[in-house]
């Protein structure tokens, strides 16, 4: 008969009772579960069993152990980073939403309908906006649907 050892987790440097802490100042938040997971560490339950249950990747825990480690529960939270500036300002949007109530030879051009080809022509000239064709589709097609 074969017998199992398993290998513990390493837990030095955690401690459970600071993540409880951490929890309840705000229950809604993801870092929560990843909380919890490393407390199930510290209190015994296997990587595997821990893993099994969350549906996590053993690396994925090792790095929250480390982030906890380093910066502390806090380090858990994720953190956004600005990303680029969207071209389709709100107040674009508007007047977006009025040019294309109406079909686009009202204001000199020869097509009967907007296209996306049609829209990029418009931006670029009207806006100095300059974008893909397939954005400018996609624009047209959020615009309509509000």
């Not at 821990?50 to 380093?70: A, G, H, P, Q, Y």
């Not at 030879?105 to 907007?114: E, L, N, Q, V």
Request: proline residues 7%.
């Amino acid at each position: 008969m074969s017998v199992i050892t398993r290998r513990p987790a390493k837990i030095e440097g955690l401690n459970p009772d600071e993540l409880e802490v951490w929890i309840k100042q705000d229950a809604g938040r993801k870092a929560a579960i990843k909380c919890q997971i490393l407390i199930a560490l510290c209190n015994g339950s296997s990587m595997t069993e821990v893993c099994k249950i969350f549906n996590v990747t053993r690396e994925s825990v090792r790095r929250w152990r480390n982030l906890v480690l380093s910066k502390g529960p806090n380090g858990l939270v994720p953190h956004s980073f600005p990303g680029r500036k969207p071209q389709l300002t709100p107040s674009l949007k508007k007047q977006l939403k009025k040019t294309m109530a109406y079909p686009p030879h009202r204001i000199g051009y020869k097509k009967p309908r907007w296209s996306g080809k049609l829209l990029v022509s418009y931006l670029e000239s009207e806006h100095n906006v300059v974008i893909s064709i397939r954005t400018a589709q996609l624009w047209i097609k959020m615009i309509r649907n509000q």
